[in-house]
């Protein structure tokens, strides 16, 4: 059995000025499956902040939710849809 490294001390964001954990998929070794930690967690920030944001429409908002979810190799938010895109327009051929 394989122990995970202790969790990075949070540190404020460079977007926000809060301080988060940053989130780093681990494999079975502990180490982060095939990403930079820095670049994931930068990622992380980035999505919070444009989902989290009510400056932009909700097609671009879920573009940008669905592309960090292909980043991180989310299967279950690959595959979600959020009501409010779909109700704007958002399609199959441009979500895809």
């Given at each position: 059995?394989?122990?995970?490294?202790p969790?990075p001390?949070?540190?404020?964001?460079?977007?926000?000025?809060r301080?988060?954990?940053?989130r780093?998929?681990?494999?079975?070794?502990?180490?982060?499956?095939?990403?930079?930690?820095?670049?994931?967690?930068?990622?992380?920030e980035?999505?919070?902040?444009?989902?989290?944001?009510?400056?932009?429409?909700?097609?671009?908002?879920?573009?940008?939710?669905?592309?960090?979810a292909?980043?991180?190799?989310?299967?279950?938010?690959?595959?979600?849809?959020?009501?409010?895109?779909?109700?704007?327009g958002?399609d199959?051929?441009?979500?895809?």
């Amino acid at each position: 059995m394989t122990t995970q490294p202790p969790a990075p001390t949070p540190q404020p964001s460079a977007l926000t000025g809060r301080a988060r954990p940053v989130r780093v998929e681990c494999g079975v070794d502990g180490r982060p499956l095939g990403r930079d930690p820095e670049l994931v967690a930068l990622l992380g920030e980035y999505q919070d902040t444009v989902v989290r944001s009510r400056h932009l429409d909700a097609i671009t908002t879920e573009l940008v939710r669905l592309r960090c979810a292909r980043q991180h190799d989310c299967r279950i938010c690959q595959t979600l849809r959020l009501a409010d895109a779909a109700d704007s327009g958002l399609d199959e051929g441009l979500a895809g």
